[in-house]
């Protein structure tokens, strides 16, 4: 299978690993959709920038707060073309524990993380058909299969995530795969951080390579259709710990 001339959309597209994901695909030939929420000026370069690679390339705007944008996000995808796949990837990740979470924090994780996913997968389902085949990514973290005490409405929503996938892949079989990659030290930290404390439990002892960001979707995209369900760990082996 190849992936040149089809549309996919990535939501969170315009910045960090959703920018680096969406460059990839344009670099395998590619049409993308950037969905973004309120990065405007980001996501135009993106988008210049996946041109420039020599495929189409849209913005997308929708709050994924806001349940009808949600709800009518992969419809308005139709004026660019019919989409091949959907990578789930925007998120929102606030590190705030058992204490510190209210009921806003919490159900606002919920919403970006795990219910917008559902609703723009059971979209994409109906938009790609029974007769058509199509893939689903859901992005998730090495957080959602070994929960701790940090970070909990984020880590939640993407243990909710990784059910949802497993459980879709289930439901949408045959002909759409449902899967997801488990990311762990991607990026280093936006909010000042030390980067080196932060690989500091990783058997790899390193953070990621962009590059492996993109093998790694391509390879679910362009892979087997006989692997679904499945969720990759991307972390160098921090869930193993």
Avoid: C
């Avoid at 460059?23 to 959709?33: D, F, P, R, S, Y």
């Avoid at 950037?34 to 913005?59: F, M, N, P, R, W």
């Avoid at 970006?112 to 996913?117: F, R």
């Avoid at 940090?150 to 497993?166: E, M, N, R, V, W």
């Amino acid at each position: 299978m190849s992936l040149t001339g089809k549309y996919i959309l990535i939501t969170g597209a315009a910045v960090r690993v959703g920018r680096a994901m969406t460059l990839a695909m344009a670099q395998a030939g590619t049409n993308v959709i950037i969905h973004y929420g309120s990065s405007t000026e980001a996501a135009q370069k993106t988008q210049a920038d996946a041109a420039a690679l020599g495929v189409e390339a849209y913005t997308i705007q929708a709050d994924l707060n806001n349940s009808e944008q949600v709800n009518a996000l992969i419809d308005r995808t139709a004026e660019f073309g019919k989409l091949f796949a959907l990578v789930n990837n925007a998120a929102i990740f606030d590190p705030i524990d058992l204490a510190e979470t209210d009921l806003e924090a919490w159900e606002r994780h919920l919403r970006i993380n795990l219910t917008a996913p559902f609703v723009l997968s059971k979209a994409f389902a109906a938009h790609v058909g029974k007769d058509r085949e199509g893939r689903i990514v859901n992005i998730l973290d090495w957080r959602a299969l070994r929960p701790g005490r940090d970070h909990l409405p984020y880590t939640i929503s993407k243990a909710g995530l990784a059910a949802l996938t497993q459980s879709t892949a289930i439901e949408l079989a045959p002909n759409i795969t449902v899967n997801g990659i488990a990311f762990g030290a991607i990026l280093p930290p936006s909010d000042g951080g030390d980067p080196e404390k932060a690989i500091a439990d990783i058997p790899a002892g390193r953070w990621a390579d962009l590059d492996e960001v993109g093998d790694t979707l391509r390879f679910l995209l362009d892979g087997p259709a006989y692997i679904t369900g499945e969720i990759v760990h991307l972390d160098g082996g921090r869930h193993l710990l």
